[in-house]
């Protein structure tokens, strides 16, 4: 692989300029936006390198898929999972640069999804360029999924997957993108959590009130206020009925897994200028909250007066965005009936419930040989110890492959513990965006060679 | 004063041109604007009538006072107390026409301020115009107090007045406004509820967090929806310990007078497409809760991603804007103390408490002359009987009129049931701005003959 690295090394810059190019692609699938283009762009710089690709649509109101397919030196399948859409920029106050305006400062580089998720696509475009202008040929046969909506939870992926079968087939995947942990040793996450995304709304009367008539008019933000109190307390239990039914004990693999992860909460503390971490969680307990329980979190609230000083009235719509992240065997469509059956049994039949996202839960076995393949390839590259994780805490719609397709998905990535994936300043470090091209190659290397 | 009345007639139309030349004045205190040129284009009105103006300046924050005053008949003086400033115009999109452009439709006039409270000051000034013209000179001494600063509290009146107290002397207030009832009779308010209004706010980490670590990142809407639900309960009770202590006996007279008030609550509901107030209040109950009972108002809610769609984050900041009307003899400093205790004691040294205003509640007697001639002027102007109201559902600042100087107030008006002040598309009646007029010169005539 040294070829391989030298020419990676040698057009560093280049690299970083394409990373450039598709940040400024303003691809906020949120609000639908500029994302023809950026699937345009990206089948392009596919094509360059004899990629055949094909803009596909989903049903629904998917938002399309970019696939590609090249042959290889081994007539085996890797498919290789990322996503061309990015969240929306908001609060744009809190960015230090244009959100869609890649900038370099301190060695870092910022942009809204340079870190999640065209820093790791990049990364490994560049990577197999690497390959191919050195060795004149792809390792093995190279599928790419270019998901356009996997940050409003991936609408109708799973029945895209369905409807596409054969053409999806594969050995092994590679996930989205991961990154490396504080002490620069490379994360090798194993599967994702569930998520049900819903807003809650509520609407007592046909316009605002003057707050006067507090006394008698039924206020929808008292309203919302109530049913989400009964859903959480504040020792953080979920109380929705039967909610942790089906959350799957830990195996003994994962829980020492879990274990041998480095303690990364202080750092992440450091960056938040958080003192104590919910129920003052710490070490392994932070990792297994973070990594194995699954959430009732409050996205954002919204009712009546917003601006500057006071304005009395009471509003005639409040609204709550929710997202429950959830881990094995939870179904997103269970959580929600009981979410409604929830509302109905506590008296909240005033609160609406709308679904915006429905995504499973997913796990790749920790004996897998494809996870012994990346793992250890992973640890040659950085030269040092592969930190395995049994589960990333965020979702992917790696449902789908690992259940449908029965592919074993491992991820690798150019992340790292402050790159505010989803936040103002979202940024990687360019020493790891150089890295992630590295592991790259070496991955599709090693499962170019992989006679399995 | 049937020479009065056929001025006010021939004049009708000149009198809405002048109310529609004052909405076109964006005065929203809440954002500082058109503040002085609003004052000033007053001032030039009064002038024109002979009235000396002065545009006082308050202490602190507050915004300037429109002081105007003119001798007459009688050495006797009637305070007359308004406000040239008006609410915000949000939320836009639900006008039918611009705020700030008075438009008439099917016998209404809308406009931002229309009824609250321009078409109250107008009404006034086109009344003693008239007087005037017809006779030659006013009934009798006549103070205006004009306030800048109404809708976000009236900060520093109290100081106002008290620095001011001579300049005031007054031997009886008209109050800025009120209206008639859905049967058409004039509505005679003598009191008014006092107010707290606080923005609670909660910051937990320095910044939005991808919404994967919910599990560990404390989220502060999820603080203040739990603090928010240990203040009021489902019934409408007020847990804040303490927060009825100050809550004066209702008098007889009161009781009877709410008693006697009429019906309102079906046109209300109407006009609100709403099935069922608060604790399904109907009748003398609906009254009692309107005007007799204390109040803690979520006003509006902010927190996190508010955009379309869906967005995962833990947010960094919540906050909620709050108002509790209060009953004599509650305090709103006491209130506010003992929010803050509340909030302590409850573990939510975290919630951040910002007070917006703060004003006492205030009642003048029902026993008082000033207000059986008011009510009997009322009567005969209208043809209809006055419906006497003990105190008002909403705030102003009568304390420091009614208590600091010790001069018995009361209020006639402009507005009816549906003139949605605070609200999108306020309005008024051409009709009742017209009757407006005719019951101010009444009640100055009445006023100017007043031996008492």
Not at 177 to 191: C, H, N
Not at 213 to 225: D, E, F, K, M
Not at 248 to 259: K, L, P, V
């Amino acid at each position: 692989m040294n070829d391989v690295c030298r020419y990676i090394d040698d057009h560093g810059k280049e690299s970083v300029e394409e990373l450039f190019d598709l940040v400024r692609m303003p691809s906020v699938s949120a609000r639908r936006q500029a994302i023809q283009e950026t699937a345009e762009h990206l089948a392009e710089k596919l094509q360059d390198l004899g990629f055949e690709t094909r803009i596909m649509p989903k049903r629904g109101t998917g938002q399309p898929v970019l696939y590609a397919e090249a042959p290889g030196d081994s007539e085996r399948t890797i498919l290789v999972y990322n996503h061309y859409d990015v969240q929306p920029d908001e609060p744009l106050d809190e960015w230090e640069t244009e959100p869609f305006e890649p900038t370099r400062r301190d060695g870092r580089i910022y942009g809204r999804g340079i870190c999640d998720d065209k820093g790791n696509v990049m990364a490994r475009i560049a990577a197999l360029r690497a390959i191919k202008e050195t060795r004149g040929s792809l390792p093995s046969r190279i599928k790419f999924l270019i998901e356009g909506d996997e940050e409003i939870g991936s609408p109708f992926f799973e029945e895209f997957v369905d409807d596409n079968r054969d053409l999806l087939k594969a050995d092994a995947c590679l996930w989205e993108g991961s990154g490396v942990d504080p002490e620069g040793r490379p994360l090798l996450p194993l599967g994702v959590k569930g998520l049900l995304y819903v807003e809650l709304s509520c609407r007592t009367v046909a316009r605002d009130v003057h707050s006067s008539y507090a006394t008698v008019v039924p206020n929808p933000a008292w309203r919302l206020t109530w049913a989400l109190s009964t859903m959480k307390d504040e020792d953080e239990n979920i109380l929705i009925d039967g909610f942790y039914d089906d959350v799957r004990d830990t195996t003994d693999a994962e829980a020492d897994a879990i274990d041998r992860m480095p303690a990364e909460e202080e750092a992440f503390a450091k960056s938040l200028e958080l003192e104590r971490f919910v129920l003052g969680v710490k070490g392994k307990d932070f990792r297994k909250r973070l990594y194995l329980a699954p959430s009732c979190n409050i996205d954002g609230l919204t009712a009546g007066y917003q601006g500057p000083g006071s304005k009395t009235i009471s509003p005639g719509r409040a609204s709550a965005k929710l997202d429950f992240r959830l881990v094995p065997d939870q179904d997103p469509h269970d959580i929600e009936r009981k979410l409604r059956r929830h509302l109905e049994k506590h008296g909240f039949e005033d609160i609406q419930v709308e679904t915006f996202g429905a995504e499973h839960p997913a796990r790749t076995s920790l004996d897998k040989e494809w996870v012994a393949i990346v793992r250890d390839t992973l640890s040659s590259v950085y030269g040092k110890e592969t930190v395995v994780v049994p589960t990333m805490a965020g979702t992917g719609p790696m449902y789908p492959v690992v259940k449908m397709l029965g592919v074993p998905t491992a991820d690798t990535g150019v992340g790292y513990i402050d790159s505010r994936i989803h936040a103002p300043n979202e940024n990687i470090r360019e020493e790891d965006f150089m890295m992630g091209i590295k592991a790259a190659a070496a991955v599709f290397d090693a499962f170019g060679r992989w006679k399995g």
